[in-house]
């Protein structure tokens, strides 16, 4: 069964700071992987997406990786903002996309 | 574009009441999910659909049914509501391709509670 570490659980940071999120899962047989942001009260909006064949993708101030082999994920945040504040959920997908199994997530606050 | 639009928006329901909750796509996407988010836990998929007609459990299905019809709807069925189905519900749809490079979009939830 994949189980799947989001660490670390909160984060509070500066404005301006650079952050990385990390995100590992036990099962490296994956189709993809991708990330998520949920505002409070929000649904799931989808960041970036990996192939399990690429090793990174990139949106404007975002940017993750992949290493499928040692069932790893990070996902980099240049120049942080407040209206980065929200929870950061990593999700490999697994069987397709339709099968998402998902970490608890990382709490971030970007203090102006 | 609509997208993922979920219905209703929040309920509550008595021990033992049945009811639906509606999800509706209008991106023409093959593939359609139910995950649910509970407190201090990941989101667990509930049951999925590859296409009209073909529908899956997930990991935590009991309690709950599905049907898909139609590509555009999944709805999702509580026969006999208990407390422990208090949650918030999300609906997700995709399109199709094994290749995995279709995002899978989320509706903005059904928050339901069992009293």
């Known amino acids: 069964k994949q189980e799947v570490t989001q660490i670390p659980a909160a984060l509070s940071v500066p404005e301006g700071e650079n952050l990385v999120l990390n995100c590992s899962f036990t099962?490296?047989?994956?189709?993809?992987l991708q990330w998520f942001r949920q505002d409070p009260g929000k649904g799931l909006t989808s960041l970036l997406l990996?192939?399990?064949?690429?090793r990174e993708q990139t949106s404007g101030r975002l940017n993750a990786s992949l290493d499928k082999s040692s069932g790893r994920s990070t996902l980099y945040i240049a120049a942080s903002q407040p209206g980065d504040s929200a929870t950061y959920l990593c999700a490999p997908g697994q069987g397709g996309s339709e099968k998402l199994v998902f970490g608890k997530g990382t709490k971030l606050t970007v203090n102006p | 574009n609509a997208g993922v639009t979920q219905t209703p928006k929040f309920q509550v329901l008595k021990t033992g009441q049945s009811m639906t909750l509606q999800c509706a796509q209008d991106m023409n996407h093959e593939y359609m999910s139910w995950y649910r988010q509970d407190p201090g836990m990941g989101l667990r998929l509930i049951h999925y659909?590859?296409?009209?007609?073909?529908?899956d459990q997930g990991e935590v299905p009991n309690g709950y049914n599905v049907s898909r019809s139609t590509t555009e709807d999944f709805p999702l069925r509580l026969l006999s509501a208990a407390p422990s189905q208090t949650s918030v519900y999300f609906c997700?749809?995709?399109?199709?391709?094994?290749?995995?490079?279709?995002?899978?979009?989320f509706g903005d939830g059904t928050r339901l509670s069992i009293l």
């Open positions: 997700a749809s995709s399109n199709s391709d094994r290749g995995g490079n279709q995002p899978q979009h």
């Open positions: 659909s590859v296409g009209a007609g073909i529908t």
């Open positions: 099962d490296s047989a994956i189709y993809n």
């Open positions: 990996i192939q399990s064949s690429q």
